[in-house]
T-cell receptor
Framework: GAVVSQHPSRVICKSGTSVKIECRSL??????MFWYRQFPKKSLMLMAT?????????EQGVEKDKFLINHASLTLSTLTVTSAHPEDSSFYIC????????????FGQGTRLTVV | AQSVTQLDSQVPVFEEAPVELRCNYS??????LFWYVQYPNQGLQLLLK??????LVESINGFEAEFNKSQTSFHLRKPSVHISDTAEYFC?????????????FGQGTILTVHP
């Protein structure tokens, strides 16, 4: 099956700094990528939808200026958490599709962000 | 907008016993339905999906789920569980035809299989 790789798997950063998470499709061209956030003991919440070459579409309540999403190529999307605070600590997961009617989403392994 | 409800947050079961993880959804349009499994500190893996056709879908490791349109349910079942099935299971839906890949997840069910 298609492989999506997320990097890093774990990151610890200081409060006030920014951190970048990468999501790569390794063996297919991802026309669309999705970013999710998973709170402890809760489900995954969609943060934004990213199409290659265009601006991301954010879900209601997600701060665009805080969570910067870039989808510059068909194999790479990045999520940058700017001016991170402890409440941004979470598990972030990306998924990617290559489009089409019956296309499933392939998930990365996730990134555990801890802001101290 | 669609929503997904997983009725049980935790399901403990003994090895080789049958199990059912319940999932109900609501949507104003036709949907695609999925079950994902998440092992500790790992990402999501697709377990099975319903897109169209037969309402009973199966996975390679013995799980099955049945789409029931009248009851808006997509319950996951396995007749005999193994220790290795211990994980968190998420039911998810996407709106058919226009929003493939954009998923709404349930709250998750932690399945714990005891020896």
């Amino acid at each position: 099956g298609a492989v999506v790789s997320q990097h890093p798997s774990r990151v610890i950063c200081k409060s006030g700094t920014s951190v970048k998470i990468e999501c790569r499709s390794l063996d297919f061209q991802a026309t669309t990528m999705f970013w999710y956030r998973q709170f402890p003991k809760k489900s995954l919440m969609l943060m934004a939808t990213s199409n290659e070459g265009s601006k991301a579409t954010y879900e209601q309540g997600v701060e665009k200026d805080k969570f910067l999403i870039n989808h510059a190529s068909l194999t790479l999307s990045t999520l940058t958490v700017t001016s991170a605070h402890p409440e941004d600590s979470s598990f972030y997961i990306c998924s990617a599709t290559y489009g089409g009617m019956n296309t499933e989403a392939f998930f990365g392994q996730g990134t555990r962000l801890t802001v101290v | 907008a669609q929503s997904v409800t997983q009725l049980d947050s935790q399901v403990p079961v003994f090895e080789e016993a049958p199990v059912e993880l319940r999932c109900n959804y609501s949507s104003s349009v036709s949907v695609y339905l999925f079950w994902y499994v998440q092992y500790p500190n790992q990402g999501l893996q697709l377990l099975l999906k319903y897109l169209s056709g037969s309402t009973l879908v199966e996975s390679i490791n013995g799980f099955e789920a049945e789409f029931n349109k009248s009851q808006t349910s997509f319950h996951l079942r396995k007749p005999s569980v193994h220790i290795s099935d211990t994980a968190e299971y998420f039911c998810a839906v996407s709106e058919g035809l226009t929003s493939y890949g954009k998923l709404t997840f349930g709250q998750g069910t932690i399945l714990t299989v005891h020896p």
